[in-house]
């Protein structure tokens, strides 16, 4: 009468019986429904972290063009000073050096100025010396004293002129 099918049966109604009374079914859904929670949770969890992420990759290369562009900025600033400092510098040795060649003129002028003078004095004193060894050995007449005298003196004015 009863065979093993039916003893089955009715063992699989009590199990489904047992697992209804028992609220199986809604803890395990509810379970679930919490898994997934987790879940979203975490995706959710991922999608900030990877928002930050992507906004600090952003403004970390937004600092690294902007210190690109400083550092740029610099070098050419530097350039422009090291061209200036360049041409100053070569200004004031062309000054340096127009000082010197006109303090060197100057002085070679004021040595040909001297020594023009020297020869000048030299001859003067060597003039008189001859006037006065003509006048000396000279016996003749006193016109040719005077003729003498008086060309030398203008000889020497002429020299000293």
Known sequence: MFDASLWALVGLILFFVLLWYLKVPGKVGAMLDQQADNIKQELEGARKLREEAQALMAEYQRKRK????????IVADAKVEADRLAEEAKAALEEMIARRTKAAEAKIAQA?????????????????????????????????????????IKQVSENLN
């Open 66 to 73: 902007e210190a690109e562009a400083e550092a740029d900025q």
């Open 112 to 152: 040909e100025a001297n020594a023009i003078a020297q020869v000048r004095s030299r001859a003067a004193d060597v003039a008189v010396q001859a006037a006065e060894t003509i006048v000396a050995s000279s016996t003749a007449k006193e016109e040719i004293q005077d003729k003498v005298l008086k060309q030398s």
